[in-house]
């Protein structure tokens, strides 16, 4: 386990500091050498990395979803086994977010304090956390091959339309 509290920051050039962490002797994973330094914060500011990250923790809050930007992917989070906290701003993947909500394998939380609160509970309930990662799993499985069955509707959609013969398309 990471002894840290883990940040991604999506626009590295603002990943020097995450708000709200200033002073707590937070530090950045590309200064980061493991094993040493005492800080308890840890900056992501590399592209790529954060879904090998998520087997390591507990709990995902996926950012984003407190202010309209949308809410980012929660899929990775999903599958990985991890219960999701959000915000109410997740348009970006709404219809995820709706069978994570639904499925009670995320929080929806409205404010920062309630965030604590879910976080604070999950942390304390190591059954609870265990059973929403499942059903996070279980809804990404479900999902998969979303590609194939659109690429199948399509091919049937346009054989269909090349059968009929050119006179009765008009």
């Given at each position: 386990r990471f002894p840290y509290q883990l940040y991604s920051q999506v626009n590295l050039q603002t990943a020097q500091t995450v708000p709200g962490t200033a002073g707590t002797g937070s530090?950045?994973?590309s200064r980061n050498v493991p094993g040493t330094g005492n800080s308890e914060i840890l900056i992501i500011d590399?592209?790529?990395?954060?879904?090998s990250l998520y087997s390591f923790a507990d709990v995902v809050f996926v950012g984003g979803s407190l202010v309209g930007r949308g809410g980012q992917n929660p899929i990775?989070?999903?599958s990985s086994k991890k219960p999701i906290v959000h915000g109410p701003y997740v348009f970006n993947f709404e219809n995820v977010y709706q069978k994570l909500n639904g499925n009670h394998a995320a929080f929806?939380?409205?404010?920062e304090e309630e965030l604590f609160e879910r976080l604070k509970t999950l942390l304390g309930e190591p059954k609870l956390r265990?059973?929403?990662?499942?059903r996070?799993?279980?809804?990404?499985?479900?999902?998969k091959g979303a590609?194939?069955?659109?690429?199948d509707y399509l091919g049937r959609w346009i054989r269909q339309e090349n059968s009929v013969p050119a006179f009765a398309k008009k």
């Amino acid at each position: 386990r990471f002894p840290y509290q883990l940040y991604s920051q999506v626009n590295l050039q603002t990943a020097q500091t995450v708000p709200g962490t200033a002073g707590t002797g937070s530090q950045n994973l590309s200064r980061n050498v493991p094993g040493t330094g005492n800080s308890e914060i840890l900056i992501i500011d590399q592209m790529g990395i954060l879904a090998s990250l998520y087997s390591f923790a507990d709990v995902v809050f996926v950012g984003g979803s407190l202010v309209g930007r949308g809410g980012q992917n929660p899929i990775e989070a999903a599958s990985s086994k991890k219960p999701i906290v959000h915000g109410p701003y997740v348009f970006n993947f709404e219809n995820v977010y709706q069978k994570l909500n639904g499925n009670h394998a995320a929080f929806q939380i409205q404010s920062e304090e309630e965030l604590f609160e879910r976080l604070k509970t999950l942390l304390g309930e190591p059954k609870l956390r265990e059973e929403m990662g499942e059903r996070a799993w279980a809804i990404v499985q479900s999902m998969k091959g979303a590609t194939a069955r659109t690429l199948d509707y399509l091919g049937r959609w346009i054989r269909q339309e090349n059968s009929v013969p050119a006179f009765a398309k008009k």
